[in-house]
C-alpha cells in the first residue's frame, strides 16, 4: 500500500520567487488496485511523479509504503527502502547494448545478489511479462510494446509493493497498449502490487483503473473509485470519462442518467415505459464494461403518452432498478405541478 499525505512541492524560480506545484496532494492506493492519475498538461502529474519515486524529495507531506514514511529518509536508509517502489517511465529507458535480460539483472547486479539467484528471478521476471523467448534480444530488435514489457520486469526485479507507470503507454500503437494494459492487471492480480498509473489517456483510465484521481494547478480536484465517479450524473470526471455529444430533442422531460455503482435492471426501459406510459426517446449513450459491471452515461427524452408523472417519482423509480437520474429540462407546466 502506498499513502500520500497533504504532499507539497516547492521550487524557487530564476527571480527568486517561490513556485509551488504540489499543494497538498493525499492520496491513498491500497494493494492489488491501479489508481490512475489524470490531469492537463502543467497540473503537477510529472513532478508527482517524481516524489513519488524519491527522484526528487517532497517539500512537507508523507509517502508511506507499508507503513515506512520514505519521505522522512536519507542516505542509504532511503536507498533501501526506495526500492519499494518500481517505476516504469515512457520510454523504456534501456540499455541499448545490453539484451533483455541483462537489463532486467542490472538492479539485482548493482545489489550484488549472487548470479544463481539472478538468474532464476531474471527468467521469472521475463516469463511474467511473456518475454521468456526473447531473452537474448536487444532492444532494437523489439518492438516498442516488447521493449515496455522489459522495462516492467526490470521495474519488478527488486520485487516492490508499489508500481508507478509514468505514461507507460504514450507512443504505442492500440495493440501494443492493450497488452501492456493487460500485463499490468496480471501483475496486480499475481503480486498485489499498488500501482499508480500517471496518464492523460481517457481509453486507458476506463480499461485499466480501479480508481481515478484527478490533479489541476498542483491540487487533487476529484478521486474515487472508477464505478462511483461514473455514477456521478455531475461528475466532471464521469463526463470526461464517458462523453456524450448534446443532441437537441422536444420532451416533457429531459435526463442524464449514469449507472455502474450498483446492480442494474437491464429491462430498465421496457419497465418504466410500461410502468408509466410513456415514450422513451435515447438521444446519446456511452455504456461499457468496467470491472465485473455495465457502466454507462446517457441522456433520454421522456414523453408522456397518457398523464403527466411526477419528476420526482420517476428518478425515484430509476434509482431502484439501479441508474442515477438528474433532470436537464423539465417542460414549464411539469415544473408547476411538481
Request: charged share 20%; with cysteine; glycine share 8%.
Amino acid at each position: 500500500m502506498i499513502e500520500i499525505d497533504q504532499l507539497r512541492k516547492q521550487y524557487r524560480a530564476p527571480d527568486g520567487k517561490v513556485v509551488e506545484v504540489l499543494k497538498g496532494i493525499s492520496l491513498t492506493v491500497p494493494p492489488a488496485s491501479i489508481t490512475a492519475v489524470v490531469g492537463p498538461s502543467g497540473a503537477g502529474k510529472s513532478t508527482l511523479a517524481k516524489c513519488i519515486s524519491l527522484l526528487e524529495q517532497p517539500s512537507s507531506g508523507s509517502i508511506r509504503v507499508n507503513g515506512e514514511d520514505l519521505s522522512r529518509l536519507s542516505g542509504e536508509a532511503l536507498r533501501r527502502e526506495r526500492r519499494a517502489i518500481g517505476t516504469v517511465f515512457q520510454s523504456s529507458a534501456l540499455l541499448q547494448r545490453k539484451t533483455a535480460w541483462e537489463n532486467v539483472a542490472l538492479p539485482l547486479e548493482w545489489l550484488g545478489v549472487v548470479p544463481a539467484e539472478i538468474k532464476r528471478h531474471v527468467g521469472q521476471l521475463l516469463e511474467s511479462v511473456g518475454l521468456n523467448d526473447k531473452a537474448d534480444y536487444y532492444p532494437a530488435q523489439l518492438s516498442g510494446g516488447q521493449r515496455q514489457r522489459v522495462g516492467i520486469a526490470r521495474a519488478l526485479a527488486l520485487k516492490p509493493s508499489v508500481l508507478l507507470a509514468d505514461e507507460a503507454t504514450s507512443g504505442l500503437d492500440p495493440q501494443a497498449t492493450s497488452s501492456i494494459l493487460t500485463l499490468l492487471k496480471q501483475l496486480r492480480d499475481q503480486f498485489g502490487l499498488s500501482i499508480i498509473l500517471i496518464t492523460h489517456e481517457m481509453d486507458v483510465v476506463r480499461r485499466a483503473a480501479d480508481a481515478l484521481a484527478e490533479i489541476r494547478d498542483g491540487q487533487l480536484l476529484q478521486q474515487g473509485s472508477l464505478s462511483e465517479l461514473l455514477a456521478q450524473p455531475d461528475s466532471r470526471l464521469g463526463q470526461q470519462l464517458f462523453p456524450l455529444q448534446p443532441l437537441d430533442a422536444a420532451g416533457d422531460i429531459l435526463l442524464q442518467l449514469t449507472y455502474g455503482d450498483r446492480p442494474l435492471a437491464t429491462d430498465w426501459i421496457s419497465q418504466i415505459s410500461q410502468h408509466y406510459q410513456l415514450q422513451i426517446d435515447l438521444l446519446a449513450a456511452h455504456v461499457e464494461q468496467v470491472g465485473e459491471r455495465l457502466a454507462g452515461r446517457m441522456r433520454i427524452a421522456v414523453r408522456f403518452t397518457r398523464r403527466p408523472v411526477s419528476q420526482p417519482a420517476l428518478i425515484q423509480h430509476l434509482y431502484q432498478l439501479g441508474i442515477n437520474a438528474q433532470a436537464i429540462e423539465v417542460r414549464a407546466a411539469l415544473q408547476e405541478a411538481g
